[in-house]
């Protein structure tokens, strides 16, 4: 096979994201046996690094999942949700629509509080949804993808648990671009996966699951099998995957996360993370007629979503991302499903700019100036 043709594009889409050289040759490790001492040489540190980059100690469990992050969050409907509860789904986009429809097609009795795409979750309404439904659980997006919105996920959890629920939290396009906060929100469940922020390939879903959690899983019917937080845990426990996990990745895993704790730190990981987000914004400000989407105060550290000038259309924004391919970069048209609705309601398209992972504002920089150039094309 020819693989000289595949291309070397810089990654500036939301995921799968940028990999870094080191975590490219890390794939070329030796693969080992998932039952064997080699597997805790691997995961040991991975589990430990982990918990650091949550900020979490042993007041939560962590599961890694085979697969992705959606398998997690299937996970925390299954093994929390019982038959007969109510679940309320809390979306301002296509991932926390995501979270509904897990709930719906696992026979759960599955509530939608939805807001406008672009806006953040209002907890007003989120308190008067607690008050008409009476859920067991609600589910609940950090970060939207779809539209680049961080939600106010301290106080959306303390309004769940106030009302006696278990919060269920979806951090998968924010996890190691900034603070989890799972300390100061306490949710039951917040789950994120390896191809975002933490700059690596896809593979595992990860979850830090609560010990009220754990006890009410006890008392959950029909969790399945690899959506049981109680048979992962079973492995977890000895730092394992409960099914055969993907050894390259767990090597690249192993070698990532020990250069996010100890190379180059959190603090620092975080802070870079918040002034490409501001690169973005500065850049944006300076474009005519474009527009950021997210509201002030809610707009995400690690996906920018642009508001483009009215009559742009989803075919011109297709046309950009070939223009930006010949440079060498893939660009990011905006979420299909939204773009699709905006542009049926006669209302500006949006596209999306990923700066999470392992990217440099030095790379991002040189990405916006080639972007400017090519938006003259439209
Ligand atoms: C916010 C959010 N939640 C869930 C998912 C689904 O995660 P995965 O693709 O890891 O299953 C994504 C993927 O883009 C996401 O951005």
């Not at 007629?289 to 979503?305: D, H, W």
Request: glycine share 8%.
């Amino acid at each position: 096979m020819n693989t000289a043709d595949f291309a070397n594009l810089t990654l500036f889409i939301t995921g799968p994201t940028y990999l870094r050289p080191e975590v490219r040759q890390a794939g070329l490790l030796p693969e080992f046996g998932h039952r064997d001492k080699e597997n805790e040489k691997r995961f040991c540190p991975i589990f430990a690094d982990l918990k650091k980059i949550a900020g979490v100690g042993a007041d939560y469990e962590l599961i890694i999942f085979n697969g992705s992050g959606t398998n997690a969050m299937e996970a925390s409907i299954r093994s929390l949700v019982a038959d007969g509860e109510t679940v309320l789904n809390a979306s301002v986009g296509a991932f926390g629509d995501l979270y509904h429809k897990l709930a719906q097609v696992n026979g759960k009795k599955a509530v939608q509080l939805k807001f406008e795409p672009g806006q953040t979750m209002d907890l007003d309404k989120l308190e008067s949804a607690m008050k008409a439904h009476k859920p067991a659980a609600v589910s609940l997006t950090h970060n939207e993808t779809s539209t680049g919105v961080t939600n106010d996920i301290v106080g959306a959890c303390a309004l769940v648990k106030a009302h006696g629920a278990l919060p269920l939290v979806d951090g998968v396009s924010i996890f190691g671009g900034a603070p989890a906060r799972i300390n100061e929100s306490a949710p039951a469940m917040y789950v994120t996966s390896t191809q975002k922020a933490l700059g690596l390939p896809a593979g595992f879903g990860l979850a830090f699951v609560s010990a009220e959690a754990l006890a009410k899983a006890e008392k959950v019917q029909n969790r399945g099998f690899t959506s049981d937080i109680l048979a992962q845990l079973g492995r977890a426990k000895k730092h394992q995957t409960l099914t055969t996990p993907n050894t390259t990745l767990a090597n690249q895993m192993a070698v990532q996360l020990d250069y996010i704790v100890n190379v180059e730190g959190l603090e620092a990981r975080f802070k870079r993370h918040a002034a490409m987000r501001d690169q973005v914004h500065d850049w944006a400000a300076n474009q005519d007629g474009f527009k950021l989407f997210a509201p002030s105060g809610y707009r995400s550290p690690t996906v920018t979503s642009v508001k483009v000038p009215s009559g742009v259309t989803q075919d011109q924004l297709k046309k950009l991302k070939e223009v930006l391919r010949g440079k060498g970069y893939l660009f990011d048209p905006g979420y299909a499903k939204l773009n699709t609705a905006l542009e049926s309601e006669g209302k500006p398209l949006v596209f999306r700019i990923g700066h999470m992972g392992d990217l440099t504002p030095a790379m991002l920089a040189a990405y916006l100036t080639d972007l400017s150039a090519a938006l003259k094309h439209l």
